[in-house]
């Protein structure tokens, strides 16, 4: 059963502070995805990578970076953690060609006061 | 581009009653699409999803969802809801390049 798990379930940080937020997937898929969930906004896809290394931007990229050194890993960054970045990020992975759906974790609620 | 509109946001209704959940979505090219379901606290799950084939799709949970294609939409059905199919559901769409774009979102609530 393939696993995907966000290290942190709830992280409270400060203004200005840089932030990670770390995914790990354990079936060796190629397409990895950081999500952002807020009320009455639905999923809203801030970066996606195809391999290690490489990296798309999503919809909302804006104050985000990520960082893909090995397969399995796939990292979120805020840079200079803003309130508005305040949210629940939802990571997610899926192999190529593979018409299974989505893997997700359970999510990481941010909060930045 | 894709899109996907959810048109309720909330939708209550009794234990043991039917419910629908209205998807749309809007592409120029084929697409498959997606029921995601997330309980409380928890990430999404894959309720059923469409790829080709039959148009009536049954997922897991005694969920159902219908793919017509004249009305681009993707409905998600249950004959009889229970309390603990309280939860949110996404509708999702992709062109089959494995990003999926979501819809808002659904709130059902199943009172007693």
């Known amino acids: 059963d393939v696993k995907v798990t966000q290290s942190s379930r709830y992280l409270v940080k400060r203004t200005g502070e840089k932030v990670f937020l770390e995914c790990v997937q354990d079936m060796d898929h190629e397409n990895m995805f950081w999500y952002r969930q807020d009320p009455g906004l639905g999923l809203r896809l801030i970066y996606f990578s195809y391999d290690v290394k490489m990296k798309e931007k999503g919809d909302i990229p804006e104050g985000y970076s990520v960082s893909r050194e090995k397969k399995e890993r796939f990292s979120l960054i805020l840079e200079s953690a803003s309130t508005n970045q305040t949210s629940m990020y939802l990571c997610?992975?899926?192999?190529?060609?593979?018409?299974?759906?989505?893997?997700f974790g359970n999510g990481t609620r941010l909060t930045v006061t | 581009a894709q899109s996907v509109t959810q048109l309720d946001s909330q939708v209550p209704v009794f234990e043991e009653a039917p419910v629908e959940l209205r998807c749309n979505y809007s592409?120029?090219?084929?697409?498959?699409l997606f029921w995601y379901v997330q309980y409380p606290n928890q990430g999404l799950q894959l309720l059923l999803k469409y790829l080709s084939g039959s148009t009536l799709v049954k997922g897991i949970n005694g969920f159902e969802a219908e793919f017509n294609k004249s009305q681009t939409s993707f409905h998600l059905r249950k004959p009889s809801v229970h309390i603990s199919d309280t939860a949110e559901y996404f509708c999702a769409v992709s062109d089959g390049a494995d990003k999926l774009i979501f819809g808002t979102g659904t709130r059902l609530q199943v009172f007693p």
């Open positions: 997610a992975s899926i192999s190529f060609g593979d018409n299974s759906p989505l893997h």
């Open positions: 592409s120029s090219v084929s697409v498959y």
